[in-house]
DNA sequence: TGAAATATAACACTAAGAACTATACTATAA
DNA sequence: TTATAGTATAGTTCTTAGTGTTATATTTCA
């Protein structure tokens, strides 16, 4: 295995299959806590899709925007599929869309 | 109540009084669900901190990258104060913070 | 000894996001 | 009816977070 990866996301995804593959063996100082459902590639949030996501916090794109931490003209870019959202942004919208809006700052 | 407020931020925070004051009395449409307690300024996340985050949270850098969905050199850049998060990044940094690593994924 | 994980670092480039302003639709209240 | 305010779209300019890549050094471990 002396095979270079062209990502830092195969990268980690090897450190996930290595530890995985390792059977019951955790390494010692990697792999602590690692949980490969977390590593899944995250699904894009299409504009509609976030419309339906705030809709069903029942706020307006103002209040949005204020619990993501964003302004409120990048909420509006987002539903209307002018600007796409950020990693990070993505993984807040999923949250939401799981768990509730509550569960990012309760 | 004729006054302009010079930010959607504070548009969203009367937005929020505006509920709380009318006494038992919550807005239809908007102000539902609506938690004063989430619109907190975020405090910003300082470099150590992030490091200190991470390192409860028993991960590399490059594990902690794929968990917020950002680059390794992003957080390599947080932890250096080269850059700083972006608004939903320190959102998820106090999520992880406050409620664990785990708690961004299940 | 060597392979791999870890972290820092510097580069050029892209695009997300901020800040601001204007417009328009709608619902409620005087 | 006329205001008033909330809501949302839209456009513009500008800043900077973030990407992708590569290189280097240190450490860990087989």
């Given at each position: 295995m002396t095979k270079k990866y062209k990502s830092e996301a195969m990268a980690a995804l090897h450190e996930s299959m290595q530890g995985l593959h390792d059977i019951g063996i955790v390494p010692a100082k990697t792999?602590?806590?690692?949980?490969a459902s977390c590593l899944a590639p995250i699904e894009d949030m299409a504009p509609e899709e976030i419309v339906k996501v705030r809709n069903e916090a029942g706020v307006s794109q103002a209040v949005f925007a204020r619990y993501l931490h964003v302004s409120l003209g990048t909420v509006s870019k987002w539903e209307r599929g002018e600007k796409h959202p950020s990693g990070p942004a993505i993984t807040l919208l999923n949250i939401i869309k799981r768990k509730g809006l509550e569960s990012i700052y309760a």
């Open positions: 792999m602590r806590r690692f949980d």
